[in-house]
Every structure is written in C-alpha cells, then in structure tokens.
C-alpha cells in the first residue's frame, strides 16, 4: 500500500456537509439578479467548484453578472450560509488519527481562504492543520490546480511522491493531476464514484471511516 506522509484535504464535501449554506447563498444570488431559482440539481453542481465558474457554467451568465451574482452570493454566506453546515461523522478522528501518526494535514480548497479559516475555527478543527489554503477573495487564485499549488508552497511540501489529495468532486482529481499528485475520491461527498474514477481518482472511500486504511498503516 501507498505510504502518504502529507495529506491534503478539499473542504466541502469532504470534511464538512456544507450544502445547504451553499445552496441558500446561491439562492439569494439568483434573487439579487432577479433570476429565477434552478432547479435542486442545478444547485447542487454549484457543490465543489470555484464560485465565478459556477455562475458562468451553470446560469450562463456573462462577466458583469458573474461579478453581481457573486457579491450576492457573498451578502448571504458569511453571516448565515457559513454556519449552515456540519462536520462529517468521524472527521475530527481522522484528523486527530494523521496528527497522532505525524503526518502532515493541509487544506486546499476553492473556497475563500478566510471563509475557511472560519469554518475550521468554528467547528474547533483548525488546529489539526499545518496550513490551511484557500482561494482569494478576488478569484484571482480559485483554479482547484492553482489552489493545490499555492498549498504544496505554503506548506514548504517538496516530495510529491508521498503526498496525496483527498476530495469528492472531479476537480480535486484533475487539479491533483496537474501538480504530479493522485488523488483519493471521497464518494460520500459531492461527487459520484462514475465523476471521481472518470477523471482518475487512485482510490475510492464511500464512508469517512473509509478513508483510515488508505491515509494510515495499519
């Protein structure tokens, strides 16, 4: 079995359930705009990728609105929409397991780095990361690939052949891919097995407890 001594992990969909905060902000977005709502599955592909993308791929709008759908967004998430979301059954464990063991815990999600501190802090986590990297508030930095990189540099993380991603949607897997890692698919997340094995995911867990076996020796 694989040996990973540095682990990075996505943020939702992977180590919280933070769906109905996204889903809310996305909906008062579409108010803002007077949009209409989309339907359930539309939203839920807002679930993982960065936000602008989201916007421009799924509601087809153009740059302006892009922007204004986004400031919306950004009225309702940081005061409500954050704290609509939970901690995956066993996370904290896992966590504590990969420090207890010495390894190395980063974060490396498409979402605001602030957002994510704050998330981490609320739920008490925070302390079990090395570094915990995010996007920019501007987007300038919110490519799932761009994030990985600025995570494997902050962290100072210079041996890739032990360093895995950890993530349930196909961009963790792809951006992965494009810094020289694999990537294990968190199926209990966002994302389907069909998505992660589809974009090359090395390994699959349909549960958090899953998750031990592969990132641990036993």
Known sequence: MQHYQTILFD?????TDSAP???NSVRHACDKLQLEIPPEA???????????ASFRDYLHLNEADVARAVEGFREYYPEKGIFENEVYSGIPELLRDLKAAGKTVVMATSKPEVFARRIMEHFSLDGYFDAICGASLDESRSDKGEVIAYALQTAGIT????????????HDV???????????GAVYGY???EELTGAGAVALADSVQELHPLLLEN
């Not at 792809?174 to 294990?184: E, M, S, V, Y």
Request: glycine share 16%.
């Open 11 to 15: 943020l939702d969909g992977t180590l």
């Open 191 to 193: 994302g389907s097995a």
């Open 159 to 170: 041996d890739r052949q032990q360093t895995v991603m950890v993530g349930d949607r196909e």
């Open 21 to 23: 905060g996204i889903l």
């Open 174 to 184: 792809k951006g992965a891919a494009r810094n020289g890692l694999p990537c294990i």
């Open 42 to 52: 539309t939203l839920r592909r807002f679930l993982g990728p960065p936000l602008p």
